[in-house]
């Protein structure tokens, strides 16, 4: 019966985008191509106002729509970044954008706001990526100390 | 023109309910609810295998949709958990469910795997919640050191 209460909800689960990534990255890539890549964040002016106080915060939280990804039915493993020498694992234990919902998270340093436009320091997304929601990074609620990762995870 | 070129994204901004949250909790409530709470999230069958290899991470972050949040149009300006007594804010300077696309972020110890269930600890999601993305929790790129926050994010 879950199957159908699920089904119910489907009609609201549709996104709109508040705005668009502008001088972001060229194209997915590894870290150091973009932790110190300053791009902008352009949100609908209509919105405007709902970022008023964002700028009190150092980091925020950028969820966006990896609208680059793979469309249609994703693999369910994958060898992570594509690397054959690392293990076969399933989507779900990577960050690869190609997933069921293409929506990437990105914690990142804000720089400054000007109105509607938010400048941001280390953010992985494409130039002309859909933004679908910001959030203020709350340290203790977004972050872990301790957390363990699997060693594949810092290898090159 | 930007707004053409979002536009013409939205067709395949539809998010698919990967999963579901069980033995949540009842209401959205404060973080002494929910930090220790034990909660099930039942992914679809069809997506079991591509959990494998998350049970190497303490911590996962879950993605849902908050299902019980206000439909329709949001106030662009709140005062945070609906206190007087705090700022009134843009709704993006806060974590309020009521947004123009409803999905909770939450980081979250990851317990056990069990096929298809996992069962996590310290889920900030009501009973019944849709699950639309289940990512790795990797300290450095989701976490930040020094982060500033506004006092009223402590305040009671």
Redesign the interface.
Known sequence: M?GI??AS??P???????G?VRKGIKQAAV?RDWEKKVSDI???TS?T??????E????I?V?Y?M?QAV?GEVP??IHPRGKQEL?L???????TPN?????G?A?V?LLERQGNILRVEGLDAIE?T?V????????G????A?????PW?TSR
Chains 1, 2 share one sequence.
């Open positions: 879950a209460k699920m909800e489907l609201s689960m549709t996104l709109k985008p508040i668009i870290k352009i949100i609908n919105l106002e709902a970022l008023d106080g964002l009190e915060f150092s980091h939280v969820l729509w609208h469309s369910l493993k293990p694992l399933g989507l779900f234990a990577t960050r997933r069921p919902n293409r929506i998270i914690t340093r002309g859909p679908i929601d910001i959030k203020p990074y709350i340290p609620y977004d972050s872990v301790n957390a363990r990762v699997p995870i």
